[in-house]
């Protein structure tokens, strides 16, 4: 079983929709959550660390359960510029030195 | 500042040339890695050096080599590449290896290799 399982994907979606994703872990351990932002031919970007409590960064809404082993992210009201691969990304857990990553999904906004 | 630079930002070599890419950052951090990115796949981790010593070998075949003269620098020497290795050479910083923080990796843009 895969470290962090996350859905391919495509989503196409409408500019100004509203989209989820979503991301399991397998190792209870595991210690901090992530989501990061990759571009075409670009390097990952870190979009936002997720937290217990959830945590909100203008347009995007993350949450976790860790009862569950559970990530997901939340964007509302879509833009062009939000079409890229978005990798969840787990930290610790089997070794907690490492970066588990997940396969990435695709976003494409449609205008 | 959460600025990793790397360079070259691309390279192309022959099976039978030795090259080196390299890494700086200047941000405090402890632990550095090593990822390979093949198109449509996730970064793969290759090493972890955590307080300039290697803490992470994965596997990687010898014609990768590491290298970390101090806490800003991280190196990858190449030699004898295969056409297979052609991929995006990430690397990343994060502040501490372990422990409880949250310690976010932050990449460089990469180099974009390939071995004909």
């Known amino acids: 079983r895969k470290e962090v399982e996350q859905d391919p994907g495509p989503f196409n979606v409408p500019e100004g929709a509203t989209v989820a994703f979503n991301c399991t872990y397998s190792n209870s351990a595991s210690q901090s959550f992530f989501w990061y932002r990759q571009d075409c031919r670009k390097e990952p970007k870190l979009l936002m660390s997720v937290y217990s409590s959830g945590n909100e960064d203008g347009r995007f809404t993350a949450q976790l359960n860790r009862a569950s082993q559970y990530i997901s992210l939340l964007i509302r009201d879509s833009k062009l510029s939000d079409s890229a691969t978005y990798l969840c990304v787990v930290k610790g857990g089997y070794n907690f030195n490492k970066f588990y990553f997940g396969s990435g999904t695709k976003l494409n906004v449609k205008p | 500042d959460t600025e990793v630079t790397q360079t070259p930002k691309h390279l192309v070599m022959g099976m039978t040339n030795k090259k080196s890419l390299k890494c700086e950052q200047h941000m405090g951090h402890r632990a550095m890695y090593w990822y390979k990115q093949k198109a449509k796949k996730p970064p793969e981790l290759m090493f972890v050096y955590s307080y300039e010593k290697l803490s992470i070998n994965e596997s990687v075949p010898s014609r990768f080599s590491p290298e970390c003269p101090n806490s800003s620098l991280l190196n990858l020497h190449l030699h004898a590449l295969q056409p297979e290795d052609s991929a995006l050479y990430l690397c990343?910083?994060?502040?501490?290896?372990?422990?409880?923080?949250?310690?976010?990796?932050?990449f460089g843009p990469g180099t974009r290799l390939t071995v004909l």
């Open positions: 990343a910083s994060s502040q501490q290896v372990g422990g409880s923080a949250y310690n976010e990796q932050f």
